[in-house]
Nanobody, 121 residues
Framework: QVELAETGGGLVQPGGSLTLSCTAS????????MAWYRQAPGADREWVAS???????EYANSVKGRFTISRPNAGNTVYLQMNSLTPEDTAVYYC???????????????WGQGTQVTVSS
């Protein structure tokens, strides 16, 4: 069994900052990519940022220059540092991971339960 648990959501004023974290736990052999997505009320879920083990870190244009994704030591925890937040950043933020559970096993895509971020004065 694999679980992704996000923490760090909350209410923040426009212009403020917030850091989200997500830790993957359970039977995990290797994680090749971790990412953040978000879903605003009435909207589709959208990709925010990705940090692959091999390859470039990428960001959605809407957050580029304001958000920073990190995964220290390529471990099981990924962070999303969010600065200069605006009301348009209000959404449920989801963590996702592409991982396999045993050596040579198939890769699966896993989701966290989400954490609410509200930007409002």
């Amino acid at each position: 069994q694999v679980e992704l648990a996000e923490t760090g959501g909350g209410l923040v004023q426009p212009g403020g900052s917030l850091t989200l974290s997500c830790t993957a736990s359970g039977t995990i052999f290797s994680i090749r990519n971790m990412a953040w997505y978000r879903q605003a009320p009435g909207a589709d879920r959208e990709w925010v940022a990705s940090i692959p083990v091999r390859g470039l870190i990428e960001y959605a244009n809407s957050v580029k220059g304001r958000f920073t994704i990190s995964r220290p030591n390529a471990g099981n925890t990924v962070y999303l540092q969010m600065n200069s937040l605006t009301p348009e950043d209000t959404a449920v933020y989801y963590c996702a991971a592409d991982l396999n559970r045993v050596l040579g096993g198939s890769w699966g895509h896993y989701w966290g339960q989400g954490t609410q971020v509200t930007v409002s004065s």
